[in-house]
């Protein structure tokens, strides 16, 4: 019951952070975006009071436009969303366009597709191809005056990809993000003087918790990485959030994930039933964070790259020595640990991660890919590089492709090793800021080359799943012997 009361609270703490981070959102962006389902051009934040070239721009699309009852738009929410006549809806976020852009057209049957006002005319001319005669409407009644006749901007993917080799500098590359309700062939799109790169945002919310502890692995160990609890959200609406301008840029169609997530590990000496020799042996250590992450996963390149900004602080404000206590006491069989009066101070933790994957083989049943790990930070500083199998029935590795569904069930193995050039570790040497700490290890006690593998299942049906690993990890300092622990994993859809 206690660990539960832990494990409830410690839930209760990242929902509050969650609803603050969605408040967050909703006071930056408008809450309720404007839609577009219906022809239009849509003038990029005019601004008000107009400045005299947003006039000017103004004044040149109307022109443009307004002989074809196309209406032109004003627009200052940072946020569209555009439905066309199957369904399909596109979601634009102003900040995110690679490149400065007038004006949007969008005809409600193709792609929305961003221009500057000197190519204005021919961009229009190629997406709304005018005919007195034809009988293809759009049914709107913001244009019912005229029909009109659309060519299309899909390319097939071959010859999207010859079109790709030709690009010329000074063409504009357009990326914009989708829902995958409308997920399809990802493939670039073309158009005078401009590139169209479609990311397709991973729309389900997904909540996953993961729990490791040494007891949970064969040999029962109780030292070093001793317990750890994380809470990950997965939702398309944290891309609203200002964190993902930290996260990198990519500039090719692509599948696209966030997450947040709230992190509370501790670690502890080889031997918590005796005080602690404060040599020769691991600190005393806890830490709580926060963490944004934005994963990239390019089905065409077969190529996955995954970003991540972690907040928080290390020391004793972190619930690592109350739950470890309270877990010991809980328990009869189990020793008071002693010692945590001598863990690392408190000191900020503010990290930056990057994780890239490349497919060596990748088919239905099976994947194995190389990665390569950089961190940079007040936490850890490192980099590293390794492979990741997996065999079974599972989701695409890089996502859909086409229009698709994710499958209800899925059960696979997996196996992933690592190898890691360790520059500074907070955990082992203390704080970058604070050094005020009763004891910590020296630049020349770490071991600057750090392995580490997991190998475990994984088995989902519809919205619940259960993930369960055994984690390897060489010593982490001169003197000190090789770790072992569990992770069980629950996910929840949402």
């Known amino acids: ?42 003038m990029i934040a005019p601004g008000k009071p107009f400045s005299s070239a947003e006039v000017h721009n103004t004044t040149i699309a109307k022109k443009i436009l307004a002989s074809h009852h196309i209406p032109v738009l004003g627009e200052n ?29 969008f005809n409600a049957v193709n792609n929305p597709v961003p221009v500057k006002i000197a190519d204005l005319q021919g961009a229009f001319d190629y997406i709304f191809k005018f ?4 009988a293809i409407s759009s049914g709107s009644s913001h244009n019912d005056e005229k029909s009109f006749d659309l060519k299309p901007d899909t390319l097939t993917q071959k010859s999207a990809r010859k079109r790709l080799s030709q690009i010329k500098r000074h063409e504009k590359k357009i990326v914009v993000t989708s829902f995958d309700t409308s997920a399809r062939n990802i493939i670039a799109r073309a158009i005078p003087e401009n590139l169209w790169v479609e990311q397709v945002i991973d729309s389900r919310s997904i909540f996953k918790i ?21 809470f990950d959200l997965q939702a398309a609406w944290l891309g609203r959030l200002a964190f993902r301008k930290l996260m990198i840029p ?44 934005k994963t990239i996963s390019d089905p065409v390149r077969k190529i996955r790259i995954a970003s991540q900004v972690d907040a928080g602080y290390i020391g004793p404000a972190s619930p690592g020595s109350y739950l470890q206590t309270l877990v010991h006491k809980t328990f009869p069989t189990n020793d008071v640990p002693l010692g945590w009066e001598t863990q690392i101070k408190t000191d900020i933790i503010l990290n930056y991660a990057i994780h890239i994957q490349k497919a060596l083989a990748s088919k239905e049943n099976m994947a194995l890919l190389a990665g390569f790990d950089l961190n940079a930070g007040t936490l850890h ?26 499958p209800k069930a899925e ?84």
Not at 267 to 293: E, Q
Request: hydrophobic share 40%.
């Open 250 to 293: 990519y500039n090719h169609s692509a599948n696209v994930k966030y997450n947040f997530s709230m992190v509370q590990d501790m670690y502890t000496p080889t031997d918590t039933r005796i005080a602690p020799a404060l040599a020769h042996d691991r600190p005393y250590s806890s830490y709580l964070y926060f963490g944004f992450r």
């Open 1 to 42: 019951m206690k660990i539960l009361s832990v494990i409830l609270i410690s839930l209760f703490l990242f929902a509050a952070c969650s609803q603050s981070e969605k408040k967050k959102s909703k006071m930056t962006y408008n809450p309720a975006p404007q839609v577009i389902d219906y022809p239009a051009g849509v």
């Open 210 to 230: 993961n729990f490791e502890n040494d007891l949970i692995s064969y040999a029962n160990t109780d030292r070093y990485f001793t317990n750890g609890i994380t």
């Open 77 to 105: 929410t940072g946020q569209l969303v555009f439905v066309k006549t199957n369904g399909d809806r596109v979601n634009i976020s102003l900040g995110e366009l690679a490149g400065k852009y007038d004006i949007i057209l």
């Open 381 to 406: 500083t490192d980099a590293g590089a390794g492979f990741q199998f997996q065999a079974g029935k599972a989701e695409p590795v890089f996502g859909l492709t086409k229009n698709e569904k994710w």
């Open 411 to 494: 059960y696979y193995f997996f196996a992933k090793t690592n190898i890691s050039i360790v520059a500074y570790n907070a955990l082992l040497q203390g704080g970058m800021f604070n050094h005020d700490n009763i004891f910590t290890l020296k630049g020349n006690e770490i071991q600057r080359v750090v392995g580490n593998a997991e190998v475990g299942i994984h088995a989902r049906y519809k919205g619940v799943g259960i993930e369960l690993a055994q984690h390897y990890l060489s010593p982490e300092y001169k003197g000190g012997m090789w770790h072992q622990w569990g992770r069980i994993s629950l996910l929840f859809g949402m």
């Open 131 to 134: 005919n007195a005669s034809s």
